[in-house]
């Protein structure tokens, strides 16, 4: 698979997206110099795999500055599994919706809480923007843990593969 480049895909201005029970609603806009490709990341540590329920946390770095909250944040709790990294979820219905390293300026928005219109589109109205915001061109932590025979070919096909966090500095070929 050839490597991407940004002009490859159509790319939102702005998403929007929320936890399962809708208590917790937010945007995302994005300035114009975002990198599309860089922000896809994922993550298959033991830790994502038990707070999502799934093999694979896929997420969409961002400014935190760039991420508005369109409801009042009295269901968004953050739980530490590890000191200083935050996991906000909402009380009432348990939705991870992002993560972030307390001494970074980003936060990991997690792809399964955007709106449906902007990963998938919508007939008639909206494109989707699902390559722009899953391509997993960025960092792609914790490959050592791929489930062998299930998730070859799918996780940092383009983008680095990283033993684990990026900054125990280990790639995978
Ligand atoms: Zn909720
Ligand atoms: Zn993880």
Known sequence: M????LNDFP???SITGGCLCGAIRYKVDFPA???FLKASTSCQCTQCRRNTGTLVLFSHAVLSTAV????????????NASPGIQRGFC??????????????????????C???EYLMGEEGKTEGFG??????????????????????GWVGK???????????GVLMP
């Open 131 to 152: 390559f722009a915001l899953v391509n997993g061109s960025g960092d792609n932590v914790f490959c050592e843990n791929e489930l062998k025979g299930v998730r070859e």
């Open 11 to 13: 790319k939102p201005t």
């Open 68 to 79: 508005t909250y369109l409801t009042p944040t009295t269901t968004l709790k953050n739980f």
């Open 114 to 116: 955007i709106d449906p």
């Open 33 to 35: 110099e975002h990198d």
């Open 2 to 5: 050839a490597t991407p480049s």
């Open 158 to 168: 383009t983008g680095k593969r990283w033993q684990k966090g990026t900054s125990y």
């Open 91 to 112: 009380v009432e219905c348990g939705s991870f919706v992002y993560w972030r390293d307390e001494s970074q300026e980003e936060v990991y928005m997690t792809i399964g």
